[in-house]
Structures are given as C-alpha cells and as structure tokens.
C-alpha cells in the first residue's frame, strides 16, 4: 500500500505514501526500527496530511507539500524532544498519513420505520435512504478521537457510526418539520440542508465534514401506499353515480350484457322495494303490504323495414319513383303488367315484373281474364 525508500544504512531519508485503494483513511509509515535521518524528505501529496506523534503525544501536522525534516520545520517536535539549534541527530516519530479527499456515494438509510405526526393523516411511519460524502477537515482530531493507534484505519470501520448520526438527526428533524408525507418530495433538497446542518457539529469534533447529503426516497408502508392509491383512484373517477351508470352502459354494450344488467337492475328494484314495505309495517301482528314487482322493462320494437320505391320504363321512358302501394293500384287498372321493366335501389338493373318476387305477389292476387277473353 504505501511506497517508501531506505538508505543503504538504518536511517530513513525519504518518507511518503501513495494510496492504491479506495477505502483508506489513515495509514501508518512503517518505520521497521528505523531512525528517521534529520534533514529527510517528506513529501505529502494533494488530498493527503502527515501526523507526528512522537512517544504517544501529538506532534506536527504537515499538509500538501515538500518538507526537509529540520528543527525549523517541526516546533512542536523540536519542543517535546528539547532540541538545541545544532541538533542533526537521526530521530524516531510515529508518522500517521490521513486521506483529506471526499469519500463518496456512501449509502445511509432508516434500519426502523420513523413514526411522525402527519397534519393530514396524523401518526404514520416513514422510511428513508439516501446517499452522502465525508472528508477530513482535521486530522490531528481525527487522530485523536477515532484512530487511535489503528495501522490502517478504512472507511468501513466508521461508515456505520455516521449513518446512526443521519438517522438520528433526521429523525429529529423530520418530527419537527411538520410537513405533511404528501408534499415531503417537494422538500427533499431542503430537508438534506437541515440535516447537514444539524449533523455538523457533531461531526466536526470527530475531526470530520459532509461535504453533501441527499434524501433520495421517503416512503410509507405498502399498507398506506395502496390505501393512497385506491383514494387516488377514487380521485380520477369523480362522481361515483355517475361512474356507475357509465360502468352499465358499457355492461349493456356487450355481447349477453344487456340481459345481465336488465336481470341485475330488476333484483335491486325488488329488493329495495321490500325493504322499504317492511321497514313501513306497522306494529307486531300487522301485515305488511308487500308491492307487486315492477313491470318488466319496455324493449322498444325493432326499426320497420325500409319500403322500396320504384321505377317504370315503358317504350324507353320512365316514371316514378312509386310506392309498392302505387305499384299495386297499377297493376289493378292494367298499367304495370308483368312484362313491364321495373327497377328499384340495390336492384342489379332492370328487370320484368314477374322476376321481381315483392312485385309478382301483385299479379297473384288478381282475378283470372273473364271467360271468352
């Protein structure tokens, strides 16, 4: 994990660490009973710090930069050690480095439903997650109060502590907001401001920041959310009288529906009909004057068949159009005779009278020529 140089002797000439991992936020230099060389270099790269500890006690913080390990350069080292303005002695120090850079996409979420009182439907319980961001704002305190003396100190040994916190103050924020569940996603953004603001203080004596925090989703149980769904649906449909007879018309609309709603519309009138009769008795011993059921409902007759009209061509004119009642008044004066063309619509051309089955009914019923005709 970490890349450091040896002189050829026992001394220490080159100190620094490059970190190949994600994870990491404070890593120990392994010093492997070396002394480190007075005058050695120290290099602490960007989004990096250099603790010094020296015999247990806290010493010098070095942040990005080149440093020659030198008394000017180390007060507080120079300080516990009691070193005079000619020391160029090899020293030993415990030298912890600290990752300052963010740590992202880290996830929190609520383990237990949160109960709040909502002004709508009053006590409900709520479910959160979201993601955030942490750094090291000071990483003597960080040191200090978290570390410790641990050689490799990852994120994952502290991730668990910082989301008891998130949930701990949203918890309380979220009580106090006093904003109803149906308009909490409207006030997400806000909500994640109280919260950081609230879970600073608290993070900064750890020697840590936030630098963000979202809420991605505040959910009710599934109980709830259906309950909202059917009072949404209730919401699109409007008025139910309405959607009922519109549910009927579409009932009769169907292939064997009509009978089924006509059957279902009669039981209910009968039925509300003898719970009115008996709720309008009279008192024990008097008998109940039951109604007669409904009439069954009016079917109006079908549409009466559409009457041809028709045409009469004679010597290459015609007349018309006739009713079939004016085809048979001329077929009684002698007018229309069998032989005669006729030719009504949807009629394939004209045709004699007797071929026309509707108009051969006409010749029928006609007396037979007298005798010596």
């Known amino acids: 994990m970490g890349i450091f140089d040896f002189l050829s002797g026992e001394f220490i000439?080159?100190?620094?660490w490059v970190d190949d991992s994600r994870d990491t936020m404070v890593w120990r230099f392994e010093r492997e009973?070396?002394?480190?060389?007075?005058?050695?270099?120290?290099?602490?790269?960007?989004?990096q710090a250099a603790v010094f500890v020296h015999e247990g006690q806290l010493a010098d913080v070095f942040t990005p930069g080149l440093y020659m390990l030198e008394t000017n350069n180390m007060p507080v080292m120079?300080?516990?050690?009691?070193?005079?303005?000619?020391?160029?002695?090899?020293?030993?120090?415990?030298?912890?480095?600290?990752?300052?850079?963010?740590?992202?996409?880290?996830?929190?979420?609520?383990?237990?439903?949160?109960?709040?009182?909502?002004?709508?439907?009053?006590?409900?319980?709520?479910?959160?997650?979201?993601?955030?961001?942490?750094?090291?704002?000071?990483?003597?305190?960080?040191?200090?109060?978290?570390v410790g003396t641990d050689g490799e100190f990852t994120m994952d040994e502290i991730s668990y502590q910082i989301?008891?916190?998130?949930?701990?103050?949203?918890?309380?924020?979220?009580?106090?907001a006093q904003i109803p569940v149906l308009d909490m996603a409207a006030n997400t953004r806000e909500l994640s401001k109280l919260v950081g603001t609230e879970i600073a203080a608290q993070l900064a004596e750890y020697g840590l920041a936030m630098p963000e925090l979202y809420i991605e989703n505040i959910s009710l149980p599934p109980a709830v959310e259906d309950v909202l769904d059917k009072r949404s649906s209730m919401g699109v449909i409007g008025n139910l009288n309405e959607y009922m007879q519109f549910q009927a018309a579409e009932a009769l609309g169907r292939d064997g529906g009509g009978a089924a709603a006509i059957q279902a519309g009669l039981g209910a009138g009968l039925g509300m009909q003898i719970g009115q009769t008996a709720a309008q008795a009279g008192p024990w011993g008097a008998k109940p004057q039951i109604?007669?059921?409904?009439?069954?409902?009016?079917?109006?007759?079908?549409?009466?068949?559409?009457?041809?009209?028709w045409?009469?061509?004679?010597?290459?004119?015609?007349?018309?159009?006739f009713s079939k009642a004016a085809m048979?008044?001329?077929?009684?004066?002698?007018?229309?005779?069998?032989?005669?063309?006729?030719?009504?619509?949807?009629?394939?051309?004209?045709?004699?009278?007797?071929?026309?089955?509707?108009?051969?009914?006409?010749?029928?019923?006609?007396?037979?020529?007298?005798?010596?005709?």
Request: charged share 20%; net charge neutral; no cysteine.
């Open 328 to 373: 048979g008044r001329k077929a009684a004066d002698g007018s229309l005779s069998r032989e005669t063309y006729v030719w009504t619509p949807g009629q394939d051309g004209w045709q004699r009278a007797e071929d026309v089955a509707e108009l051969a009914q006409l010749f029928t019923v006609l007396p037979p020529p007298p005798p010596g005709a």
């Open 78 to 146: 120079t300080t516990l050690q009691h070193w005079d303005h000619g020391f160029k002695s090899p020293f030993k120090s415990e030298i912890y480095y600290v990752n300052t850079t963010r740590f992202n996409d880290l996830k929190w979420g609520t383990k237990n439903p949160i109960i709040v009182r909502d002004p709508e439907f009053g006590p409900v319980r709520l479910r959160a997650y979201g993601t955030y961001s942490v750094r090291v704002s000071d990483p003597a305190r960080f040191l200090t109060e978290i």
């Open 291 to 309: 109604a007669a059921a409904p009439a069954a409902a009016h079917i109006p007759p079908p549409p009466p068949p559409v009457e041809h009209v």
């Open 311 to 321: 045409h009469i061509a004679v010597d290459g004119e015609t007349t018309g159009p």
């Open 13 to 16: 000439d080159v100190i620094h």
């Open 163 to 176: 989301r008891n916190i998130i949930v701990q103050e949203f918890s309380r924020t979220i009580a106090r």
């Open 33 to 47: 009973g070396h002394e480190i060389k007075y005058g050695a270099k120290l290099t602490v790269r960007e989004g």
